[in-house]
């Protein structure tokens, strides 16, 4: 299958902010080239201080946001949204597109996706990549094709930093939004009785469905094609909503009947210029925050009802 790549070169000082309105534009993955900040992330996440000099010579001024979009859907449709949302939001942008297959596509996301770990249990590696258990964490082999959710992002971080100390042998798991699967099997492999995800993309689903079975956890997950929670049924312990402003907001109409009592909900995906829509949401629909967490510019929060 044929996709259509869009480049949205961006100031570095406004890339979250654009990836935000990317991920607006299509429901399954990006993926980010920022080198602004290439010495202190090269330490942090893979641990080295000897950096190959093609990224040396990288651009630390400008970053690359790259989505995708499918042959079966309208990519003029999706250009026109993001140069109208570039141009509203005042960020200075250069956007092109191109056309590439399947094996291209793989080609260009999978070198920018490396083993990392995350808080003081969970470790994520690519499923091509052999990953250095020196700590003994619980390690996600991952192969997120074009659905979101590499781990990478600041809003998944934030989620599977949170889950890590939730999760316990008995609690059951909603992931809406699931994308990759990586929240739901994240759960799993930290000793969740069962975890359903449910995502607005096919794909996404198949995927989620592949990742679990690479994970050893396909028997104990479940993933559904819908809209938010139009298809489940039932009540969980934890409910993870990494999804974006406007989805969070319109979710918290009804989550809480998905919610047992006492549960907890993690809303991620929220960036700063629209944390007091949410707050004033969560507010409004009765919800108490339990937790705030951020990094970057982005912010999630853990709820009871």
Same mark, same amino acid.
């Given at each position: 299958?044929?996709?259509? *790549?869009?480049?949205?070169?961006?100031? +570095?000082? %406004?890339?979250? *902010?654009?990836?935000?309105?990317?991920?607006?534009?299509?429901?399954? !993955? /990006?993926?980010?080239?920022?080198?602004?900040?290439? *010495?202190?992330?090269?330490?942090?996440?893979?641990?080295?201080?000897?950096?190959?000099?093609?990224?040396? *010579?990288?651009?630390?001024?400008?970053?690359?946001?790259?989505?995708?979009?499918?042959?079966?859907?309208?990519?003029?449709?999706?250009? $026109?949204?993001?140069?109208?949302?570039?141009?509203?939001?005042?960020?200075?942008?250069?956007?092109?597109?191109?056309?590439?297959?399947?094996?291209?596509?793989?080609?260009?996301?999978?070198?920018?996706?490396?083993?990392?770990?995350?808080?003081?249990?969970?470790? =994520?590696?690519?499923?091509?990549?052999?990953?250095?258990?020196?700590?003994?964490? +619980?390690?996600?082999? #991952?192969?997120?094709?074009?659905?979101?959710?590499?781990? +990478?992002?600041?809003?998944?971080?934030?989620?599977?930093?949170?889950?890590?100390?939730? =999760?316990?042998?008995?609690?059951?798991?909603?992931?809406? !939004?699931?994308?990759? !699967?990586?929240?739901?099997?994240?759960?799993?492999? #930290?000793?969740?009785? $069962?975890?359903?995800?449910?995502?607005?993309?096919?794909?996404?689903? %198949?995927?989620?469905?592949?990742?679990?079975?690479?994970? !050893?956890?396909?028997?104990?997950?479940?993933?559904?094609?819908?809209?938010?929670?139009? @298809? /489940?049924?039932?009540?969980?312990?934890?409910?993870?909503?990494?999804? /974006?402003?406007?989805?969070?907001?319109?979710?918290?109409?009804?989550?809480?009947?998905?919610?047992?009592?006492?549960?907890?909900?993690?809303?991620?995906?929220?960036?700063? /210029?629209? =944390?007091?829509?949410?707050?004033?949401?969560? @507010?409004?629909?009765?919800?108490?925050?339990?937790?705030?967490?951020?990094?970057?510019?982005?912010?999630?929060?853990?709820?009871?009802?």
């Amino acid at each position: 299958m044929n996709w259509t *790549e869009i480049k949205m070169t961006v100031p +570095t000082d %406004k890339t979250d *902010e654009a990836a935000a309105i990317a991920n607006m534009a299509v429901p399954y !993955g /990006i993926y980010i080239e920022d080198y602004s900040d290439l *010495e202190t992330a090269a330490m942090e996440i893979a641990h080295v201080d000897l950096i190959d000099e093609e990224l040396t *010579e990288k651009d630390r001024k400008n970053s690359v946001i790259h989505i995708y979009v499918s042959e079966t859907d309208n990519a003029t449709e999706k250009l $026109s949204y993001l140069e109208e949302r570039f141009t509203a939001s005042h960020i200075e942008h250069k956007i092109i597109r191109e056309t590439v297959d399947d094996a291209d596509w793989n080609e260009n996301w999978k070198k920018y996706f490396k083993a990392f770990t995350i808080g003081e249990k969970l470790a =994520v590696c690519p499923s091509w990549e052999s990953f250095d258990n020196r700590d003994n964490r +619980t390690v996600i082999s #991952l192969d997120p094709g074009a659905a979101f959710g590499t781990g +990478t992002h600041a809003t998944t971080y934030l989620c599977l930093s949170e889950l890590e100390n939730m =999760v316990k042998n008995d609690t059951t798991v909603l992931d809406i !939004g699931t994308g990759s !699967g990586i929240l739901a099997i994240a759960s799993l492999l #930290l000793g969740a009785e $069962s975890a359903v995800g449910v995502d607005i993309d096919a794909l996404s689903v %198949k995927t989620a469905n592949e990742n679990a079975l690479r994970n !050893g956890v396909g028997e104990k997950a479940k993933f559904i094609h819908g809209d938010l929670a139009e @298809k /489940i049924s039932g009540k969980y312990d934890i409910v993870c909503a990494n999804i /974006i402003a406007d989805v969070v907001i319109r979710l918290l109409d009804n989550v809480e009947n998905y919610m047992n009592e006492g549960g907890k909900l993690i809303v991620s995906g929220i960036i700063d /210029i629209r =944390v007091n829509d949410v707050l004033k949401a969560i @507010k409004e629909k009765g919800f108490n925050i339990e937790k705030e967490v951020t990094k970057e510019e982005w912010y999630a929060f853990v709820l009871t009802k």
